[in-house]
């Protein structure tokens, strides 16, 4: 039977997801951010209120991502790394980090799906070397010129040919 390695975080790591958590609710638009561990465990949190409900949330999210899991297996696919749930008002999304580690992005409707994919996609790259890298390694922070550049590309994507 294999052990399952614990998730340990450290502070230097914990305040880079605190600083990408910021700046992804920021360039994206979203309302209330979280990392979770996969067993529902909260992490962090980034929002412009105290969400009294986040262990909740973490717990229903992980049990959600699971289940999802298993959808892929029986579609003999390798795994599904998002889930997605529409609402009147609101939209969650939530993403695969690392092996253990979820993102939870909640947004209105007010802002594009696409605009929120595009910024969670970069964050998650930036999220996985810091959770896997090497600890005394500095991690790329999300690119000052991120925000332009996606706009960029979202509008070649979009643009009328």
Same mark, same amino acid.
């Given at each position: 039977?294999?052990?399952?390695?614990?998730?340990?975080? +450290? #502070?230097r790591q914990l305040d880079r997801c605190d600083e990408l958590l910021l700046k992804l609710k920021e360039v994206s638009g979203s309302t209330f951010l979280a990392l979770i561990s996969t067993s529902g465990q909260p992490i962090t949190t980034a929002s412009d209120t105290y969400h009294p409900e =986040?262990?909740? *949330?973490?717990?229903?999210?992980?049990?959600?991502?699971a289940a999802t899991q298993q959808l892929a297996s029986i579609l003999d696919e390798h795994e599904f790394t998002l889930l997605f749930h529409e609402g009147k008002s609101l939209n969650l999304h939530v993403s695969q980090v690392t092996d253990q580690v979820?993102?939870?992005v909640t947004f209105g409707r !007010? =802002?594009?799906?696409?605009?929120?994919? *595009?910024? =969670?996609?970069?964050?998650? !790259?930036? *999220?996985?070397?810091?959770? !896997?890298?090497p600890e005394? !390694? +500095?991690?790329?922070?999300? #690119?000052?010129?991120f925000e332009s550049a996606?706009? #960029?590309?979202?509008?070649?994507?979009?643009? #009328?040919?």
């Open positions: 039977m294999a052990r399952r390695k614990g998730l340990v975080i +450290n #502070d =986040t262990l909740s *949330l973490a717990s229903l999210a992980a049990s959600s991502f979820l993102l939870i !007010e =802002t594009q799906v696409g605009k929120v994919r *595009l910024y =969670t996609q970069r964050a998650i !790259e930036v *999220l996985r070397q810091i959770f !896997e890298g005394d !390694e +500095n991690p790329p922070a999300m #690119d000052v010129d996606a706009g #960029d590309a979202m509008d070649d994507l979009f643009k #009328d040919g």
